[in-house]
């Protein structure tokens, strides 16, 4: 079965930095692209990114261009996505995706991940 | 960027009736790259339609998409009570964007 499974929920302050991940099985890891959807509370859904496992090729939708990095390791079939000042309007639950092909549809969702930021 | 519009903002309808959603794009969709999807509360959006008007996987067939250009429509043929939901066009033809939803309530 193709999952992809994300750690679990995390609340931050202000200032710090954060990493989630996003872990793929099932299926060839390098061979399909990985993104990331944010879903603020009680709002729609936004494209981040994604990148290309097998050869970390990554893109950006410019809202998010430079706030935010998309990384993957393929050893471990795990996919991230990185802050490194986090702000309070980051507070949102944000699910990785595996898209059709690229550009595409998305498929296969991650169960999502919490991030909460409060001082 | 394609901005897409969905109507109404929310619909509300009684089961076993059938359900309309619109989404328009404000540049044309080529290829009919336009997706739908459904997301119920605390759970994860699921892909219904791809290319406008395939089912993905699994997905039942009183579920159709139809449209080209800048015009598309979701039909629900009779609703189902777990089919009311939240429910998300997006467009893959230029980058990505999606639209803001359109929420199907209980009449």
């Known amino acids: 079965e193709v999952q992809l499974v994300q750690s679990g929920a995390e609340v931050k302050k202000p200032g710090e930095s954060l990493k989630i991940s996003c872990k793929g099985s099932g299926y060839s890891f390098t061979s399909y692209w990985i993104g990331w959807v944010r879903q603020m509370p009680g709002k729609g859904l936004e494209w981040m990114g994604i990148?290309?496992?097998?050869?970390?090729?990554?893109k950006y939708s410019p809202s998010f261009q430079g706030q935010v990095t998309i990384s993957a390791d393929k050893s471990i079939s795990t996919a991230y996505l990185q802050w490194s000042s986090l702000k309070a309007s980051d507070t949102a639950m944000y699910y990785c995706v595996r898209p059709r092909g690229w550009p595409n549809c998305f498929d296969i969702w991650g169960q999502g991940t919490m991030v909460t930021i409060s001082s | 960027e394609i901005v897409l519009t969905q109507s109404p903002g929310t619909l509300s309808l009684s089961p076993g009736e059938r359900a309309t959603l619109s989404c328009r794009a404000s540049q044309g969709v080529s290829g009919n790259f336009l997706a739908w999807y459904q997301q119920k509360p605390g759970q994860a959006p699921r892909l219904l339609i791809y290319g406008a008007s395939s089912r993905a996987t699994g997905i039942p067939d009183r579920f159709s998409g139809s449209g080209s250009g800048t015009d598309f429509t979701l039909t629900i043929s009779s609703l189902e009570p777990e089919d009311f939901a939240v429910y998300y066009c997006q467009q893959y033809d230029r980058s990505l964007t999606f639209g803001p939803g359109t929420k199907v309530d209980i009449k």
């Open positions: 990148i290309y496992p097998g050869d970390s090729n990554a």
